[in-house]
């Protein structure tokens, strides 16, 4: 495949924000731009439940209800139908994903945060692909999971960091061609500053690269994945759940 240049990923298509203008996941928004927002929560560790409810009534939100279980966790997000649920993936004997699948299924409004201790790629993408809105590790800080509640309560969506790195990796594996080989670490890396909007300059200085090794690696992964421009990457994307349409 010939190296496709800078202003082929530019042509036709709005200018990507600096990731320097997007909001940083790990920052709540202003006192004064938060509005109150209905959460259920869905873990098995009392402890925790107690941890969360603390963390998101202190900012103002409102815990409506809570489960240790699925099955009550769904019977209530039925009859409660509140905008916000943070569900653990983890539960015990069971998974939060059953949540994830009865929402999807049932096509309840409820928008869904999952907080997991699980950093499998697979996990993370299975967790996307089912219509998760926002999916933050139990490491996080807790101005972070705020910041997921504000977003995703608004029709945004909310990855950290980490989570999102994850998600591109497991998607990527699961949409590729049998017989196409996998993104290396590299590929991956260059993906995810593509989306960020950084420039094939920007992405050399980053990683220690030329421009031109940049621009290869850039033709590479788009052949793999099957799109051709950057809106078509761009729009995968966003389909895919590797990024909100608002950070475009």
């Keep these: 495949m010939s190296e496709i240049q800078e202003d082929e990923f530019d042509q036709g298509r709005r200018e990507l924000r600096d990731p320097t203008d997007l909001p940083s996941p790990a920052q709540p928004p202003p006192e004064g731009s938060r509005t109150p927002t209905d959460v259920y929560l869905v873990e098995d560790f009392p402890i925790l439940r107690d941890g969360l409810r603390t963390i998101l009534e202190g ?3 409102r815990v409506v209800g809570e489960s240790d279980h699925p099955t009550p966790a769904v019977a209530d997000l039925v009859r409660m139908e509140p905008p916000v649920a943070v569900v653990d993936l983890c539960l015990d004997h069971h998974s939060g994903i059953e ?8 096509h309840l409004p409820t928008r869904v945060i999952v907080l997991s201790l699980s950093e499998q790629a697979r996990e993370v993408a299975e967790a996307v692909r089912l219509g998760a ?23 945004g969506k909310h990855l950290g960091t980490r989570a ?33 909007g950084r420039s094939s300059a920007a992405i050399a200085d980053a990683l220690f690269l030329s421009p031109k090794t940049v621009d290869s690696y850039r033709s590479r992964v788009m052949g793999k994945l099957g799109v051709y421009d950057l809106p078509a990457l761009v729009r995968l994307a966003i389909r895919e759940g590797w990024i909100s349409a608002d950070e475009v």
């Design 164 to 196: 999102q790195q994850l998600a591109v990796e497991g998607l990527i594996r699961e949409n590729r061609q049998a017989n196409t080989e996998p993104l290396s670490l590299r590929e991956k890396q260059i993906v995810m500053l593509v989306l960020r």
């Design 99 to 106: 949540v994830l699948e009865q929402v999807q299924r049932r």
């Design 59 to 61: 900012a103002g939100h």
């Design 133 to 155: 809105c926002g999916y933050l590790l139990k490491d996080s800080p807790a101005n972070e999971l705020l910041s997921a509640v504000h977003r995703v309560a608004g029709g």
